[in-house]
């Protein structure tokens, strides 16, 4: 299995962004994906997450009303959306997926089990 993340790059303070993550090896229609970040010197924290038929979507609180998480079950890929982005955004983003069919979606990345390498997004001010 492999995700191919793309996307990222460098931006102004309110432009916007839309990363993108295809997975290859199998098919993931029935499992949750989700966009995680690391900022330098920072832990890595989730940023969205969406269920397997995008019935049930949830946003890290900073940027709720500015991101989008969105799939595509025949094209075996995820996007984010980033809109009104602030410097406070840049980081490396990461898509991952969960490897279990489930219904829901979670916000820990103990539940994600294939990772992508990771895009970076820049936003200056």
């Known amino acids: 299995v492999q995700l191919q993340a793309s996307g990222g790059g460098l931006v102004q303070a309110g432009g916007s962004l839309r990363l993108s993550c295809a997975a290859s090896g199998r098919t993931f229609s029935m499992n949750a994906m989700a966009w995680f970040r690391q900022a330098p010197g920072k832990e890595r924290e989730f940023v969205a997450s969406i269920n397997w038929n995008s019935a049930i979507t949830t946003y890290e609180e900073s940027v709720k009303g500015r991101f989008t998480i969105s799939r595509d079950n025949a094209k075996n890929t995820v996007y984010l959306q980033m809109n009104n982005l602030k410097p406070e955004d840049t980081a490396v983003y990461y898509c991952?997926?969960?490897?279990?069919?489930?219904?829901?979606?979670?916000?820990?990345?103990?539940?994600?089990?294939?990772w992508g390498q990771g895009t970076q997004v820049t936003v200056s001010s």
């Open positions: 991952a997926i969960n490897g279990r069919n489930s219904y829901g979606t979670s916000r820990s990345e103990i539940n994600y089990d294939y």
